[in-house]
């Protein structure tokens, strides 16, 4: 039986997304860009280490995406993300994979009923395609960049998140096994 088919309780389905969480901030690391031949390019740096953190779950199937970008990397942050998460989809349940950060993993995070966390193995960070949609952020809004205060940074992470349509989404984050995993196919 496919996690699409799948009934529950409320009468919604179950709904397969992937979590994790990001740092952003005024740290800069210089990456590779193109110049004329002969030229040598100038790449803004600097090394002030002011952070906010996104967190994100994606759903690599229909491309739907739910994301909020909060102070802190910690259990309190992890439990506002999936409260807003469950308001988002409260129709579904949600099987959401998760890496085994301790603020993931401890008793005393608050987890909506209609959320069920699975973690993936340690270290294995590519296991979970939603990493790949930090690397495109990554890329699409701080790639050579430097900002004058933690609110530029917040303002560009929320336009390149806001950029990312549902086909987006998929293209990155989709796996064939999920066809089979979601839909039954294979």
């Known amino acids: 039986m496919s996690c699409q088919n799948l009934q529950v309780d409320g009468g919604g389905t179950v709904r397969l997304m992937f979590q994790d969480e990001a ?5 800069s690391k210089p990456s590779h860009c ?3 031949s002969g030229i040598r390019p100038s790449v803004p740096c600097h ?3 002011e952070y906010q953190y996104a967190y994100g779950a994606v759903d690599p199937v ?3 995406s739910h994301f ?3 102070p802190k990397a910690n259990t309190v942050c992890m439990g506002i993300f999936l409260k807003s998460l469950s308001e988002a989809y409260p129709e579904d349940t949600i099987l959401l994979v998760a890496d085994r950060a301790t603020w993931h993993t401890t008793t005393k995070l608050d987890i909506p009923e ?3 966390l699975a973690f993936i193995p340690p270290a294995t960070p590519e296991m979970n ?3 790949q949609v930090w690397k495109e952020i990554r890329t699409r809004g701080f790639k050579n960049q430097i900002f004058k205060t933690l609110n530029h940074v917040v303002d560009r992470l929320c336009d ?3 950029s990312l349509s549902n086909d987006v989404i998929s293209s990155i984050c989709y796996r064939d096994w999920m066809a089979f995993a979601v839909e039954g196919k294979k």
Do not use: K
């Not at 740092?23 to 740290?27: L, T, V």
């Open 129 to 131: 395609p939603i990493e």
């Open 160 to 162: 390149v998140i806001c």
């Open 114 to 116: 209609n959320i069920r």
């Open 23 to 27: 740092g952003f901030g005024r740290i």
């Open 47 to 49: 090394q002030v280490r």
């Open 68 to 70: 909020l970008v909060l």
């Open 34 to 36: 193109w110049c004329p």
């Open 62 to 64: 229909a491309g739907d």
